[in-house]
């Protein structure tokens, strides 16, 4: 599968973003989506994950400030991103996963600065 990832960008503090990740070549209903940001010098982290089920995990330090969510007829999913914070800096990537086979999209940078 081909992940496409979009809206990154500048943002001030309290500010609000969304990523999009298009996805083609398979099946996608059957992935688990996620969105993940990594800083220099430091591993990816996972940042929310929706299951095939609709089911969503959000990590803590971005709970009630973002959501996920799919479409499985438009093959996408979003990252609504709320009340950014100069910690939400960093490039996000766009995961499907299904068994043990992991796909990545190219990264989008989120900069979140006054």
């Known amino acids: 599968v081909q992940l496409q990832a979009s809206g990154g960008g500048l943002v001030q503090p309290g500010g609000s973003l969304r990523l999009s990740c298009a996805a083609s070549?398979?099946?996608?209903?059957?992935?688990?989506m996620g969105w993940f940001r990594q800083t220099p010098g430091n591993e990816r982290e996972q940042v929310a994950i929706?299951?095939?089920?609709?089911?969503?995990n959000i990590a803590d330090s971005v709970q009630g400030r973002f959501t996920i969510s799919r479409d499985n007829a438009k093959n996408t999913v979003t990252l609504q991103m709320n009340t950014l914070q100069p910690e939400d800096t960093a490039i996000y990537y766009c995961?499907?996963?299904?068994?043990?086979?992991?796909?990545w999209g190219q990264g989008t940078q989120v900069t979140v600065s006054s």
């Open positions: 995961r499907a996963a299904y068994l043990r086979t992991n796909y």
């Open positions: 070549g398979d099946d996608f209903s059957r992935y688990t």
């Open positions: 929706v299951s095939s089920g609709g089911r969503t």
